[in-house]
């Protein structure tokens, strides 16, 4: 059995921030992930906003580690070559009401440490948004707002931290803890069984079950769902900024946003119904459009080429849950890390490590830490298809693969789709090809590349196409080969 200084359960943005941060040490750190792939949790269905930090209440974790975060995404994605952009938001007022609200999140936001916030008037809104409705009034205008790809954030943390030394066990379903001396033994649904010194839960909606497993039941969590609808890259002009109504007590909204992508994305809603797989319905579709519409004027819904729909993890604290167990020493609780979470993730993760992991076991600065994540693919830090000609032609030179188009929507090649088999953390099926490639995410929706994938993928894993699943054991694509 493998020993480790410290074990991180959850494979999602925090985990994977966290993990990353550990590998700056001389430790011997894991990430167990109960899925068959890393980002399945929260960190895939979201809005990928970096909050600019006036939302929270003042002196929370929420509002502490937003504005941290906030400030250390940009390097944390070039370095990640995760792609990044600084789009700006604005939260629209519609009534009086809401001006009134305006002046209360920029006090807030200033208190909080939000640089670049003003309130905007009606005819400056206008030139920043000629689509917004006509029956807005003014806006909070947060300069410093940005927006992200979160699952690519998680996968290229993780692998940034395999990279570096650290060891990933997907289909790992913790189910049983011991005590086996100075280590905690974790065992799985299969029987596997690790040992690490330190414990991180951020198991998202799962953090609660873990700690439980621990006898810890310091706090409860719920889910509240939210769904979304997704446009084509063809609307992507629809709007320039993130776009808030003013925040109710259930959060911040139906938003209207670019993606990192160029996509516009209309969401989420805000529903507890305690579904934990989290779906979209009939009745989440015809709320989104209800507000998307008061929003912005003639939203194309003809060009929505997807929706998904992805669960908060909430806590009963209403703030996040960053200490260590009172219950079982060497246990360390992320629970509740609902939004901000995305956004908060990188300074969580310095603070745990800094002041919560090497407060309890020291360790040496790892001398041979690499901060950038290299490969062939991200070269020269953006994606193929953006690279001039000359680039391509330097690609396709070390590697012909780069010069067959798989995808034809999003214009990406075989070179790209087996590089996100061999990096870590491996692509092993189709939608983990999809979220690091963007594969099968475009109009078609997978239709015309999809077989090709599953050729890859079994090609890389010297496998059966019968093994090859969409997302983990049950979803299996083919039933029988072809003669
Ligand atoms: C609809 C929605 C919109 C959001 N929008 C934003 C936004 O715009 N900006 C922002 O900053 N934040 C946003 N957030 C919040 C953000 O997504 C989360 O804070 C963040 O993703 C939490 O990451 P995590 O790693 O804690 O959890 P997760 O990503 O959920 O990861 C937890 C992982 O733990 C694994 N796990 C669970 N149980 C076990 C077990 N027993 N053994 C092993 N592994 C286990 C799960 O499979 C999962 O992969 C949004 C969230 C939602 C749902």
Request: aromatic share 8%; hydrophobic share 35%.
């Amino acid at each position: 059995m493998n020993n480790y200084d410290v074990i991180v359960i959850g494979g999602g943005v925090v985990g994977g921030m966290i993990l990353r941060e550990l590998t700056r040490y001389e430790l011997k750190v894991l990430m167990v992930e109960k899925n068959c792939d890393v980002a399945m949790g929260q960190s895939k269905a979201n809005s990928g906003i970096v909050h600019a930090g006036f939302d929270a209440e003042t002196g929370t974790n929420k509002a502490k580690f937003n504005v941290l975060g906030a400030n250390m995404m940009q390097e944390v994605c070039e370095e990640l070559g995760v792609n990044y952009k600084n789009n700006g938001s604005l939260v629209v007022a519609f009534s009086k009401e809401d001006i009134k609200t305006l002046k209360v999140l920029l006090k807030r936001g200033k208190k909080n440490g939000v640089k670049n916030l003003k309130i905007i008037a009606k005819k400056e809104l206008k030139a920043l948004e000629p689509n917004i409705s006509d029956d807005a009034l003014g806006a909070l205008y947060a300069k410093s707002a940005c927006i992200v790809c979160p699952y690519s954030l998680t996968i290229a943390s993780i692998g940034n931290a395999m990279d570096n030394g650290a060891d990933l066990l997907v289909d790992f379903d913790t189910v049983k803890v011991e005590r086996d001396g100075e280590y905690t033994k974790l065992t799985a649904s299969d029987g596997r069984e690790v040992l690490g010194k330190i414990i991180i839960n951020s198991a998202g909606a799962g953090a609660e079950s873990i700690a439980n497993l621990f006898g810890d039941y310091s706090f409860k969590t719920g889910l509240r769902r939210g769904e979304y609808m997704l446009l084509d890259r063809e609307s992507g002009n629809l709007v320039n900024h993130t776009l808030f109504f003013t925040p109710s007590a259930k959060g911040k909204g139906v938003l209207v946003t670019q993606t990192v992508d160029g996509n516009i994305l209309l969401g989420p809603t805000s529903v507890e119904d305690g579904n934990p797989i989290p779906e979209t319905t009939d009745e989440g579709f015809a709320f989104i459009k209800e507000k998307a519409s008061q929003m912005c004027k003639s939203v194309p819904y003809y060009n929505v080429i997807t929706s998904f729909a992805g669960n908060r993890a909430f806590c009963d604290r209403h703030d996040f849950i960053i200490e260590e167990s009172k219950a079982y020493k060497g246990l360390i609780n992320l629970a509740g890390i609902e939004s901000p979470g995305l956004t908060s993730a990188p300074a969580i993760a310095k603070y745990v490590v800094n002041e919560m992991v090497l407060k309890i076991k020291y360790a040496y600065v790892n001398h041979y830490f690499i901060r950038k994540r290299y490969s062939i693919d991200n070269l020269f830090q953006k994606p193929f298809k953006e690279l001039t000609i000359e680039e391509k032609n330097f690609v396709i030179k070390k590697d012909k693969n780069y010069g067959k188009i798989i995808c034809r929507c999003e214009g990406i090649t075989e070179g790209e789709i087996r590089n996100a088999i061999r990096q870590n953390p491996p692509a092993r099926t189709v939608d983990g090809v999809k979220l690091r490639t963007r594969a099968g995410m475009g109009r078609c929706q997978g239709g015309f590349c999809q077989s090709r994938i599953v050729e890859i993928l079994a090609e890389e894993n010297g496998v059966s196409v019968l093994e090859i699943t969409k997302n983990g054991k049950g979803s299996e694509i083919l039933v029988e080969e072809g003669k």
